[in-house]
């Protein structure tokens, strides 16, 4: 057998080489714990970040801090590089585009605005068509037992109760989504209030942020209130079953979010999607009317935690996904995918 020899110098040196890999090793490892991305923003997908946050610490060390002060206060956090992002539900307009300055927008969530109600002894989900929404919040039709309400429900316990209608009272994207619907569905609210992430309400009641909405309606008797459907599920409101342009009436659920998806797939150059209020035709037929994606703003330029912002938004719009059903978030079409991982790389230190 052929002897080895080992000398004192080559064992020193074979330590040192051990001790500077561990060293390395550990450095790396404290580095990546160390890692905190703070963002702002949308009330709307704080349901689904919450649950990417323990998620995202398991599977890269990262701490993840999300201030959920709706979509317009994250804009201009992002904007002002308060934060690594902001989340919104509405596209960044160009004013907000040229505020911000290098940012990048990516749609990384998809699911429905409900229209929540708190009216004792109708059903849980009563069908309204988008006209005669409209003219709730624009303040024509002011009892439950209105005719309008009354026919699209036959049979119904409609009582006479007044309406009171629930708004956003901060900047949000829900406003937004909701407003850009009522636009489609009505010349009047078109020509009027029109379609913002604040607009001037014609009536009712103001709160802060989803959860004001949600909590509004629920003890509100005869509220109606527009709110994601997380928050109506979560709070146990009933919420309607929204008319299509195909003549049927749609709960805000998987196969209705699914159907609307599919009306664009293929964000603009700015990243942004219009699923609101599907066409009259075969493929959309089970589509609900107000569906929409939502958006994550980064700055170009993220300084050193560029890679790191990189790494969490490539697994949100990837194995993040699959995290959303349980909260009524349906997974983002292949071709946004696509082109998220594209506008991902745009971002750089």
């Given amino acids: 057998m052929k002897k080895i020899t080992l000398t004192f110098a080559s064992v020193v040196a074979a330590l040192a080489a051990v001790a500077v ?3 390395a090793a550990a450095a790396a490892t404290a580095n990546t714990k160390d890692t905190t991305i703070t963002g702002a923003g949308s009330t709307f997908v704080s349901p689904l970040v919450s649950v990417w946050t323990p998620a995202l610490g398991q599977a890269f ?14 804009i201009a956090a992002i904007s002002s590089r ?7 539900d509405a596209p960044l307009s160009p004013d907000q585009s040229t505020a911000c300055n290098g940012c990048v ?15 004792p002894g109708a059903p849980v989900h009563l069908n309204l068509s988008g006209p005669v929404l409209a003219g709730i919040f624009l303040g024509q039709i002011t009892n439950w037992n209105d005719a309008a309400i009354k026919k699209l429900n036959p049979g119904a316990n409609l009582p006479d109760l007044k309406i009171t209608p ?11 989504n909701f407003t850009d619907y009522l636009s489609k569905v ?3 609210w078109k020509n ?23 909590g509004a309606v629920r003890t509100t008797s005869g509220a109606i209130g527009y709110v994601d459907v997380y928050y109506a599920v979560h709070n146990k409101l009933g919420f309607m079953k929204m008319k299509n342009r195909a003549g049927k009436y749609v709960l805000p659920r998987a196969a209705g979010i699914k159907a609307a998806a599919a009306l664009d797939t293929h964000p603009a150059k700015d990243g942004s999607l219009s699923i609101v ?4 035709n075969k493929k959309f037929k089970n589509a609900y009317p107000i569906c929409t994606y939502t958006y994550v703003d980064v700055q170009k330029n993220s300084g050193s935690n560029a890679a790191n912002i990189k790494k969490l938004l490539t697994w949100a719009v990837t194995t993040g996904q699959k995290y959303g059903p349980a909260l009524i978030f349906e997974p983002l079409p292949k071709p946004v995918v696509t082109f998220d991982k594209k506008q991902i790389n745009k971002i750089g230190s």
Wanted: no cysteine.
């Fill in 105 to 119: 927008q990516i749609p990384w969530a998809l699911s429905a605005t409900s229209i929540a109600y708190n009216v």
């Fill in 21 to 23: 890999a561990l060293v």
């Fill in 166 to 176: 629930i708004f956003r009272s901060d900047g949000s994207g829900t406003t937004y």
């Fill in 277 to 280: 209020n599907p066409p009259k």
């Fill in 192 to 214: 009027g209030p029109g379609v913002g992430t604040s607009v001037a309400w014609p009536t009712g009641e103001g709160e802060p942020k989803s959860a004001g909405v949600a």
């Fill in 186 to 188: 009505s010349s009047a």
């Fill in 82 to 88: 308060q934060v690594d992002f902001g989340a919104s």
């Fill in 61 to 74: 060390g990262y701490t993840v801090q999300y201030s959920p002060v709706g979509s317009g206060a994250g």
